[in-house]
């Protein structure tokens, strides 16, 4: 069964500064996506960034960015130039392309944003 | 205009009684899903469905009995609740082999 292991419970980090959080999984397939979703105190799940396995650019999404490293199944996340809206819990999520397409997470990091 | 969209988005109920979570999702997506996320925030898949038909469902119990009543659509009803059930309850829709699932805004369901 595919995991998602996000190693950080806690981050912070300066406004203004850069961040990465850590995320690895494990799969046999070859073919999937990975995602790092944002969830605010408000709770809703903001979609962040998408990566698509076969593809071995990195995916970038204005100051968010993606370090995926196949081979190793790390899949790193960049917020450079932190903004207080930026504090949130960020999850890891992988799914297999075909079949139940199901999204398994990691378990979170709490990204805290200092002023 | 709301793209995934839940309701209600709380529900205080006491053990035993039976209740429904509606979503509705103007995605023109085929398929739709229900995650649990406990209080330690984490969050997992219980069912999915693809144009009405249930494509997982995941060790949930049989108390929990989801309906589609078309691909727009995806409630999830509750019988004799627990304690245990407390939680926050995502509705999700995607299209089928695009990646990317849009979520609602959550139903945080409260048993005493």
């Known amino acids: 069964a595919q995991t998602v292991t996000q190693s950080q419970p806690e981050m912070s980090v300066q406004e203004a500064e850069t961040v990465t959080l850590s995320c690895t999984y494990d799969?046999?397939?070859?073919?999937?996506?990975l995602f790092w979703y944002k969830q605010p105190p408000s709770r809703q799940m903001i979609l962040v960034i998408r990566?698509?396995?076969?593809?071995?650019q990195n995916a970038t999404e204005n100051r968010f960015s993606v370090n995926f490293q196949k081979a190793a199944k790390s899949f790193s996340l960049k917020i450079s130039d932190s903004q207080l809206g930026d504090a949130a819990m960020y999850f890891c999520?992988?799914?297999?392309?075909?079949?139940?397409?199901?999204?398994?997470f990691g378990k979170g990091t709490k990204l805290t944003v200092n002023p | 205009d709301t793209a995934v969209s839940q309701t209600p988005k709380y529900l205080v109920t006491q053990m035993g009684n039976d209740k429904s979570i509606k979503c509705e999702q103007n995605?023109?997506?085929?398929?739709m899903y229900w995650y649990k996320q406990d209080s330690k925030k984490f969050l997992k898949i219980m069912f999915s469905?693809?144009?009405?038909?249930?494509?997982i469902n995941e060790t949930v119990p049989n108390r929990f009995s989801p309906k589609s009543p078309d691909k727009a659509h995806l409630n999830l009803h509750i019988n004799s609740l627990e304690l245990g059930d407390s939680a926050v309850y995502f509705c999700?829709?995607?299209?089928?082999?695009?990646?990317?699932?849009?979520f609602g805004p959550g139903t945080r369901l409260t048993v005493t």
């Open positions: 999700a829709s995607s299209q089928a082999r695009k990646g990317e699932q849009y």
């Open positions: 799969t046999s397939e070859s073919d999937y996506y």
């Open positions: 990566q698509e396995a076969y593809k071995q």
């Open positions: 999520a992988y799914r297999v392309q075909g079949g139940s397409e199901k999204l398994v």
């Open positions: 995605l023109g997506h085929d398929t």
């Open positions: 469905y693809n144009n009405k038909e249930l494509i």
